[in-house]
């Protein structure tokens, strides 16, 4: 293994060595997620200002129905793939990364449902009051910009002070990135025995 590694026992007493994924590779992982669900969310809300603002005359549905379709996607694009490719999203899959249980174990839906909603309080929600402050505090004082700065710094930075190099939603669910190794990654880590290479084969 050229990176840091995980030694897990897994529940059948099989003891499993693991790379775990660097930080490079997951920024770019999620890099490439953000476009994805970028992209989608302009066109959707295109169609939905075009649609329902026009067609129904109501510019406040429309926001409203925006919003929510951007805080759906948001969230339910990343559970949605990892779900049904047993912990990949295509930028994970692109950068051969998957997201495994820390100990072991296969991966639950309950992990996946926890490391991807506690990313809103880690990246989304900070970058839209950074961004744009006033839709989270209207008239919002320059203190809580600096707080909400400090906070984005200290959960960025979280990953280089842990072993797992885990961020917060990986801490929460029991999880951990990891480097899909050129070969078969066990049923209980990876949810099945597909190659790497293959069609199933961070962040």
Same mark, same amino acid.
């Given at each position: 293994?050229?990176?840091?590694?995980?030694?897990?026992?897994?529940?059948?007493?099989?003891?499993?060595?693991? /790379? %775990? *994924?660097?930080? =490079?590779?997951?920024? !770019?992982?999620? +890099?490439?997620?953000?476009?994805?669900?970028?992209?989608? @969310?302009?066109?959707?809300?295109?169609?939905?200002?075009?649609?329902?603002?026009?067609?129904?005359?109501?510019?406040?549905?429309?926001?409203?129905?925006?919003?929510?379709?951007?805080?759906?996607?948001?969230?339910?694009?990343?559970?949605?793939? /990892? %779900? *049904?490719?047993? =912990?990949?999203?295509? !930028?994970?899959? +692109?950068?051969?990364?998957?997201?495994?249980?820390?100990? @072991?174990?296969?991966?639950?839906?309950?992990?996946?449902?926890?490391?991807?909603?506690?990313?809103?309080?880690?990246?989304?929600?900070?970058?839209?009051?950074?961004?744009?402050?006033?839709?989270?505090?209207?008239?919002?004082?320059?203190?809580?910009?600096? *707080?909400?700065?400090?906070?984005?710094?200290?959960?960025?930075?979280?990953?280089?002070?842990?072993?797992?190099?885990?961020?917060?939603?990986?801490?929460?669910?029991?999880?951990?990135?990891?480097?899909?190794?050129?070969?078969?990654?066990?049923?209980?880590?990876?949810?099945?025995?597909?190659?790497?290479?293959?069609?199933?084969?961070?962040?």
């Amino acid at each position: 293994m050229s990176g840091r590694s995980l030694t897990v026992l897994t529940p059948e007493m099989v003891s499993l060595d693991l /790379e %775990l *994924a660097e930080a =490079g590779p997951r920024v !770019g992982a999620f +890099l490439l997620d953000f476009a994805i669900t970028l992209i989608t @969310g302009v066109v959707l809300t295109m169609l939905i200002l075009f649609g329902i603002g026009f067609a129904a005359g109501s510019s406040a549905i429309a926001a409203a129905v925006v919003m929510l379709v951007w805080f759906v996607l948001r969230n339910f694009y990343f559970i949605g793939f /990892e %779900l *049904a490719w047993r =912990g990949q999203t295509p !930028g994970k899959r +692109l950068t051969g990364l998957r997201v495994v249980a820390a100990d @072991g174990g296969p991966l639950e839906q309950d992990q996946i449902f926890a490391r991807n909603l506690t990313r809103e309080a880690e990246v989304f929600l900070p970058l839209i009051a950074i961004s744009v402050p006033h839709l989270v505090i209207p008239e919002a004082p320059v203190w809580a910009l600096v *707080a909400t700065i400090v906070w984005t710094a200290i959960l960025a930075g979280l990953p280089l002070a842990n072993e797992r190099s885990a961020r917060l939603g990986d801490l929460v669910a029991g999880t951990v990135g990891v480097r899909i190794p050129r070969g078969v990654l066990g049923r209980d880590v990876g949810g099945d025995a597909s190659p790497a290479g293959g069609a199933e084969g961070e962040g």
